[in-house]
């Protein structure tokens, strides 16, 4: 009741002092309710303590002597030390703050180059590539940006990318500084594109302009830009250019009035007519809002055509580099080696004679590491490639388990490696290798034991050497476990579905089942209503603090996963058979978008994909333009959520269209006998049940 008194302006609620003073019904309550007078007692004595303290991403105070004989200094929670003071007031105490920017891509850029140095014999210096392939400009300009460096950000980057067709740096660049809200709001990327491209003809209030907005087509896109027009137009020095550029963002009225005098008497100094001057401020004004760093944008520029180049030419080594640069994030890895799948890239189960820790190039295609397989640890990984780096490859899954340390690497690790496939190149199943394990390990710990205690057999002794390897007989016939098993085994050891994943035989149909891929949720608005479709890996159900029923669901595709939220409402009215472990399942619901970020989808109907169905309707020479207008009405009498396909008659062949989602139908309802009835008695209608 207290906080709902309390007024918040510019997000910032009224200090408890002036409320006890000012607002009547908020001293009323205080000095009548006992438990509101302890409240506020104790809210008087925290408040203007920090609530908590924050490091900046990149900064880094420089000083000649010292710190802590200037200011106060603390340690983070992770041992960095940091100052007490906002970094803002640093300056105040003439302290010198830099942003040093650290780029996870730079390192990601480097291993790339290592890895195809090893693999290839082909020595890359990036800074010296050629910055004109036409190659790595077409890769941009095709809207394959999975992996590269800002630009992979957004549906919407995509898009702009293909619409702009970069074909030099200072293209890429420009594309970096437009991509923002203001920009994209104002029209100045449409306008930059169609200048780009001759739709829009390229004009310049005076000639003077032309060498300053050349490179951009004539948009004023960089901050140095506005500075060099007041610097080359106006006469400033480059002092007062950058205060101008201040000003301008700022937009004090009395300082513009003043740079506007400064600008246009300095304009008229170098020969500018009155009226261009003042139009030319006014621009500088309004563009100044929206103007970016050119030399950040460069750099990044920079960054962003040396990994194209590499994707472009090199894409197996690059694509191990960025799997490996990501492997802490599940959802962006999903993602990539969806990118992978693709381009055409195998990716592999990890394997004890090729892995590494991260992900490794293995001809044309990938390995996962053996970082990746749960229960399988660091000092496990380094006894295994030691060995193997050491001594040669295992030959066999017995001479790998003999010559292993069982101490580092024990049986609970072995069996993790044959499950998730890593044992497979010695020829041996995934079955057979479990089957004879234990027996496998007890012989190579009787052995490895021997030899750590000074035990010499009678055969040692006689040979003058160690005892001969007695290779075991496997048991089994050598059959594998199925691909159900396979990929149940994988995904619980890797966190993926690797040999083969149980949506890929419906993932075309699915396609046409969904409004949304689930790695789009999260460019979808709050509140959009969506049809996704994916594997429930996992599913949870709890009881919310009013005791009701609660469902999250993760469900996953071939590229991401997305958590949906079912309520007791919806889950009463669910079949048993649906909400299973594994079921393929098909979800409509709104996005719903929390304060961090978060994304996730609230339900409203679920069923399995096996229960939905496509709709074709057959469509002939015969039918008229306001035939179509009718089969919408009908289409509206049925509405479900069965897409419906159209074949239009085209020559020899029939162009097909999938209508919007407003006008899915309900497959199993009548509709093909309506559209017959009312329509076209032979109207060709299949409704086709998808098969699982």
Request: aromatic share 6%; with cysteine.
């Amino acid at each position: 009741k207290l906080a709902k008194m309390v007024p918040v302006v510019r997000g910032k609620p009224t200090p408890l002092k002036d409320m006890l003073t000012e607002h009547p019904e908020f001293k009323k309550t205080y000095y009548t309710n006992e438990e509101a007078k302890q409240v506020v007692d104790l809210a008087k004595r925290l408040e203007g303590i920090n609530k908590t303290f924050g490091m900046h991403a990149a900064g880094v105070v420089i000083s000649d002597v010292p710190l802590e004989e200037l200011v106060p200094l603390q340690k983070n929670n992770d041992g960095t030390v940091i100052t007490q003071f906002y970094m803002e007031d640093l300056a105040y105490v003439g302290l010198v703050k830099m942003d040093f920017l650290g780029l996870r891509n730079l390192t990601m850029i480097d291993r790339a180059c290592k890895i195809i140095k090893q693999t290839r014999g082909v020595e890359i210096d990036i800074e010296k590539i050629p910055i004109d392939d036409p190659a790595v400009y077409q890769t941009i300009s095709n809207g394959d940006l999975a992996g590269i460096f800002q630009l992979e950000t957004s549906s919407g980057m995509r898009q702009v990318a293909r619409d702009l067709k970069p074909s030099n740096i200072e293209d890429i660049s420009a594309l970096i500084a437009l991509y923002r809200p203001g920009p994209l709001d104002s029209g100045m990327i449409d306008k930059f594109v169609d200048c780009k491209h001759g739709k829009t003809q390229i004009t310049y209030l005076t000639p003077l302009l032309e060498p300053i907005l050349k490179d951009t087509y004539g948009q004023i896109v960089y901050q140095e830009q506005v500075m060099q027009i007041a610097q080359q137009l106006a006469g400033y020095t480059l002092g007062q250019a950058d205060l101008l550029r201040r000003a301008m963002g700022k937009k004090k009225p009395e300082e513009m009035l003043k740079q506007t005098e400064m600008f246009v008497s300095g304009c008229a100094k170098n020969g500018v007519k009155l009226e261009v001057a003042k139009k030319l401020f006014e621009q500088l004004v309004q563009f100044a809002e929206y103007c970016f760093n050119k030399s950040h944008s460069q750099a990044y520029a920079a960054v962003t055509y040396q990994t194209a180049y590499l994707k472009t030419h090199y894409p197996v080594e690059y694509m191990t580099s960025l799997l490996s640069s990501v492997s802490g994030d599940q959802d962006k890895l999903q993602g990539y080696i969806a990118e992978c799948q693709a381009m055409g890239i195998d990716i592999l189960p990890p394997d004890v004679n090729v892995s590494g820790a991260d992900f490794t190039a293995d001809g044309g295609s990938i390995r996962f590491g053996l970082s990746a397989v749960r229960n399988v640890g660091e000092a496990a990984i380094k006894e295994i490639v030691s060995v193997r780096e050491r001594d040669g490859k295992y030959h066999t899954l017995q001479d790998f388990i003999n010559r292993i340390d069982h101490r580092t690497v024990n049986k609970r690790c072995l069996e993790a490696l044959v499950k998730c496939g890593a044992c497979c190149t010695m020829d041996v199943t995934r079955k057979t290798a479990l089957l004879n394990l234990d027996k496998l390990v007890d012989s190579a710990g009787r052995r490895q034991a021997e030899q750590s205690s000074g035990q010499i057999s009678l055969f040692s002794m006689s040979s003058g050497g160690s005892a001969p390897m007695v290779t075991i007989e496997l048991a089994g016939d050598g059959s594998e476990y199925s691909e159900a098993e396979m990929q149940t085994m994988e995904h619980e050891l890797l966190g993926f579905y690797v040999t083969s994943h149980p949506l890929q035989r419906v993932a075309n149909r699915l396609r046409l089942l969904t409004t949304h891929a689930l790695k789009e949720i999260r460019e979808a608005s709050d509140g959009t209503t969506v049809i996704l479709g994916g594997l429930a890996t996992s599913i949870d159900k709890r009881l919310t603090k009013k005791n009701k029923l609660l469902c999250i669901v993760q469900l996953e595709d071939l590229a991401s996963r997305a958590e949906v939220v079912i309520y007791s409402e919806l889950l009463d009215k669910l079949a048993p058979d649906v909400l299973t472990p594994q079921a393929l399942l098909l979800i409509k619901g709104k996005v719903k978008k929390g304060d961090e970020g978060e994304v996730s989808v609230l339900a409203s109907s679920v069923r399995r994909v096996a229960d939905a169905s496509l709709v074709e309707i057959f469509l002939t020479n015969q039918q008229q333009f306001a035939d179509l207008h009718r089969l919408k009405d009908i289409l509206n009498c049925y509405k479900g959520e069965d897409p419906v396909l159209l074949h239009f008659p085209q020559d020899a062949s029939s162009k097909l269209i999938l209508v919007g989602s407003q006008f899915w139908v309900d497959g199993k309802s009548g509709l093909a006998g309506a559209i017959k009835g009312n329509l076209w008695p032979d109207a060709n209608v299949r409704i086709n049940p998808v098969r699982v």
